[in-house]
């Protein structure tokens, strides 16, 4: 009987778990979608936010580490922030004994040491979401209603927070291989940027294309999923 694999998801920013409802459907039953939640969303709403990167991927390691540490798992994060989270929880949780992670999945995501100049002012609400818009390509309606605006936002700026000011304070590369994924039209992230990841890893790397825009993710995931499953199915095979 094939053992299962655990998928453990982190969103991009300002994003919430829900961006990966109904993943399980797309699935064999031997793996299993283990959305990550932040805190100051959706669920958690009521709850402080994340301003530092390596005090989240911390938590989230001790916590994967105390209830999936008998398990086989991989990682998927979108964005610099659902991506580089993922390889500092890996890069956590390599150095603990037993566990088996068998691959990371980084999709439109700078790396650790990428330059990310974004030019936004955190402190100008109006002008910060116009920034955020300009750089991904992505307009979310919810921020036009001044009630959910006052809901969301905190998240979103708090994410921005831990990206602007996150260091890469471990030059380690992970035992894990690395598939990289780029959008075709992305003007964010390009290819280039996305191939970069290559040198983060002690494994094998391997750089795949779909289409679409910075944020695909959120309206064309079909193309990303199947590129999931192969390398998945691939990995799989190699550690039995």
């Not at 260091?167 to 959008?183: E, F, M, Q, R, W």
Request: hydrophobic share 40%; charged share 25%.
């Amino acid at each position: 009987m094939t053992e299962k694999i655990y998928l453990f998801c982190f969103p991009f920013g300002g994003a919430g778990v829900s961006m990966y409802n109904g993943w399980n459907e797309l699935f064999d039953d031997n793996v299993e979608i283990v959305p990550t939640p932040l805190p100051g969303r959706e669920r958690l709403i009521d709850h402080e936010p994340y301003r530092n990167l390596h005090t989240a991927a911390k938590d989230f390691a001790e916590y994967i580490n105390e209830n999936y540490s008998d398990k086989k798992m991989a990682f998927f994060g979108h964005c610099f922030l659902g991506s580089v989270m993922a390889y500092e929880v890996i890069r956590i949780l390599e150095k603990k004994n037993g566990l088996e992670i068998i691959g990371l999945f980084v999709s439109a995501g700078f790396t650790p040491n990428s330059k990310r100049d974004y030019c936004l002012d955190l402190t100008n609400e109006d002008e910060f979401i116009n920034g955020v818009e300009k750089l991904t390509g992505y307009k979310n309606d919810a921020l036009e209603i001044p009630e959910l605006r006052e809901l969301l936002l905190p998240a979103l700026i708090a994410d921005f927070e831990m990206d602007i000011n996150y260091c890469n304070k471990d030059t380690t590369l992970i035992k894990s291989p690395i598939v990289a994924i780029y959008a075709e039209n992305d003007t964010f992230v390009p290819k280039e940027e996305v191939a970069k990841w290559a040198n983060y890893t002690q494994n094998e790397f391997s750089l795949h294309k779909v289409q679409g825009v910075h944020l695909y993710i959120v309206e064309n995931k079909e193309e990303a999923i199947d590129i999931i499953k192969d390398r998945l199915t691939n990995w799989e095979q190699k550690t039995r």
